[in-house]
């Protein structure tokens, strides 16, 4: 059993940063590959940012590539996506979220422990 919180978020103008925090409960956190999903209103849960087990690989969606950065540390149990550059269209909930495997998979549906997820909004 894994337990994930999250803290972060929040309201902020286009062209903001924010960084995002998730603590992982256990001592097996490092046998698991951690990924940054959002749903936006009336759109399907998307995985925005992963990151492998070791921290050796990291995906982005096209979307965010360049301006996110997901980064974990294994000694504090704790994974972190910092945005910048933020645009209206970053609006949504963002959940981490954990699976047992080495890599990062896309399908939200391979992600086995969750967040209580986490507002983030974008003004223009």
């Known amino acids: 059993q894994v337990q994930l919180v999250q803290s972060g978020g929040g309201l902020v103008q286009a062209g903001d940063s924010l960084r995002l925090s998730c603590a992982a409960s256990?001592?097996?956190?490092?046998?698991?590959?951690m990924g940054w999903f959002r749903r936006a209103p009336g759109k399907e849960r998307e995985l925005v940012a992963g990151?492998?087990?070791?921290?050796?690989?990291?995906y982005y969606a096209s979307s965010v590539q360049g301006r996110f950065t997901i980064s974990r540390d294994n000694a504090k149990n704790t994974v972190t996506l910092q945005m910048n550059s933020l645009k209206p269209e970053d609006t949504a909930v963002y959940y981490c979220?954990?699976?047992?495997?080495?890599?990062?998979?896309?399908?939200?549906?391979?992600?086995?422990?969750w967040g209580q997820g986490t507002q983030v909004t974008v003004s223009s």
């Open positions: 256990g001592r097996t956190f490092s046998s698991y590959a």
């Open positions: 979220a954990c699976r047992l495997s080495t890599g990062v998979g896309v399908s939200p549906q391979s992600y086995t422990y």
């Open positions: 990151i492998s087990r070791s921290g050796d690989n990291a």
